[in-house]
C-alpha cells in the first residue's frame, strides 16, 4: 500500500494563557529499517492523556469556532504548563491498527493488527519502531486490542510491585474502573487477595459481577470498620490509589495499622514495625492528601507511574507481561467503550465534557479513520 504524504493528527497547543486543540495535517514518512507504518483506527482515551490534551484549562470556558477548541489556563496555573508554551503537541498514549508498510526486517507485519505505545496516536498513520508494537492473532480487531498498554499493564505492574515489595495481598481505590475490572481477573486468576474501595453499590455490584471477593463502600457510614475488618482478613499492607486528594490514603493506612495491632499488639508505643505503603497513582481528587496520626510509624506514601515500574523492572519481565496481555486480550484485559468518536469530535465542547469527567463506566475511543 502506498502511505500518504499527510496524516491529520490531534493538536493541543498552550499559548498566551489559552488553551488550543485542533486538527492539524503533518508529514508521513517512509518506515526506515526496523520501523512499520500504522494506520490507526482506534485510540482511547485514558485519564493519562488528559494532562497533555487540557493542561490546567477552566473548561467552562471551552469554545469552538468549527475547527478550533479553545479554553483559558487560570492566571493562578500558568506556571505549571509555562514549558509548554507555544509548543503544538501531539496526544495519545496508545492505540491500534493495522500495519501498512514496512521497513527491512518488519516486511512480515503488512496487513497484521497490532498495538502501539508512543504517544501521537490520535492520528490517522503512525511510524514507530518494532519495539513499540505488540502484535495480535488472528480475529482481534483494531477496536478490541486498543487498550492494551496502559491498564493491562499497570493492573499487571501493581501485582507485580506487591509481590517485589513483599506484600501477600493489595488494596486498590477507584477499583470499578476499566482498570479496576481487569486487576480484579488478574488477582483472582493469579490467587491474590484484593481489596476494592469504591463509592457506592452501582460500582460494587459491576465487580462483584466479575467475582470480585472485598469490595468495600467508602460513602458507608460504616466505612472504616468494615475496611479494618477486611485488612485483618487479607492481610493486605499496600495500596494503590487513584484517588490522590483528601483523607482516603491516610484511612487506609490507619485501616492497615489497626488490623495489624489487631492481629499482633505491639511491645512499645511506636505502633507495628510492619511496613505499610500507599502508592498515589492518580489525582480524581485535586485537593491536597491529608493523614491522620493514627497509622503508626512504619508507613509509606509514593507515587507510581507505570514507565519507572517497567524501568525498574527489566526487559525479562516486561516480555512476560506484554505476552500475557497478548494473550488475554479479549479476555482478562477486555476493554469496553461507551462512545467511538472521530478526530474532529474528540474535541468538540459537547464531547470534551464528556470524556473528561473520567466517570466509571464510560471510556471513548477515537476512530481516525471516521
Known amino acids: 500500500m502506498t502511505i500518504p504524504a499527510k496524516a491529520r493528527e490531534l493538536r493541543s497547543l498552550i499559548t498566551d494563557g489559552k488553551l488550543e486543540l485542533s486538527i492539524q495535517d503533518v508529514d508521513v514518512s517512509a518506515p526506515g529499517a526496523g520501523e512499520v507504518v500504522v494506520r490507526i483506527e482506534a485510540a482511547p482515551i485514558n485519564p493519562s492523556d488528559q494532562p497533555l490534551l487540557l493542561g490546567p484549562a477552566d473548561l467552562s470556558t471551552l469554545a469552538s469556532d468549527g475547527g ?53 496516536m490520535y492520528t490517522q498513520y503512525r511510524k514507530v519502531p518494532l519495539s513499540a508494537l505488540l502484535e495480535y492473532g488472528e480475529g482481534v480487531t483494531p477496536a478490541q486490542g486498543a487498550s492494551a498498554f496502559v491498564n493491562p499493564l499497570t ?42 474501595i469504591v463509592r457506592n453499590d452501582e460500582q460494587a455490584k459491576i465487580l462483584t459481577d466479575i467475582g470480585a471477593k472485598y469490595v468495600v463502600d467508602s460513602s458507608s457510614p460504616d466505612f472504616r470498620a468494615h475496611l479494618t475488618d477486611v485488612l485483618f482478613e487479607t492481610g493486605a499492607t499496600i495500596a494503590f490509589d487513584a484517588v490522590g486528594g483528601g483523607p482516603l490514603a491516610g484511612h487506609i493506612l490507619g485501616a492497615m495499622e489497626a488490623a495489624l495491632v489487631k492481629k499482633t499488639p505491639p511491645a512499645g508505643g511506636y505502633g507495628s514495625p510492619v511496613h ?27 507515587g507510581f507511574l507505570l514507565t519507572p515500574f517497567l524501568m525498574k523492572a527489566g526487559p525479562e519481565v516486561i516480555a512476560r507481561l506484554r505476552k500475557r496481555v497478548a494473550d488475554e486480550i479479549l479476555t482478562t484485559f477486555a476493554s469496553g467503550y461507551t462512545s467511538e468518536i472521530s478526530l474532529d469530535q474528540a474535541i468538540q465542547p459537547d464531547t470534551i465534557r464528556g470524556w473528561q469527567r473520567k466517570a466509571t463506566g464510560e471510556k471513548y475511543l477515537i476512530n481516525p479513520t471516521l
Open 276 to 302: 505499610k505503603q500507599v502508592y498515589i497513582y492518580g489525582r480524581l481528587d485535586l485537593s491536597p492528601t491529608t493523614l491522620a496520626p493514627n497509622m503508626g510509624f512504619a508507613w509509606g506514601v509514593g
Open 68 to 120: 478550533t477548541t479553545t479554553a483559558a489556563i487560570p492566571e493562578a496555573m500558568a506556571s505549571m504548563v509555562a514549558a509548554r508554551n507555544g509548543k503544538s503537541l501531539a496526544a495519545g498514549n496508545e492505540g491500534a491498527g493495522i500495519v501498512v508498510a514496512a521497513g527491512d526486517g518488519a516486511e512480515h507485519l503488512i496487513g497484521k493488527t497490532v498495538a502501539v505505545l508512543g504517544g501521537a
Open 155 to 196: 493492573a499487571l505492574g501493581m501485582v507485580e510491585t506487591m509481590k517485589m515489595e513483599g506484600h501477600t495481598a493489595l488494596v486498590h481505590t477507584a477499583a470499578a474502573s476499566n482498570l479496576g475490572q481487569m486487576l480484579n481477573k488478574v488477582c483472582i486468576a493469579d490467587g491474590v487477595d484484593l481489596v476494592n
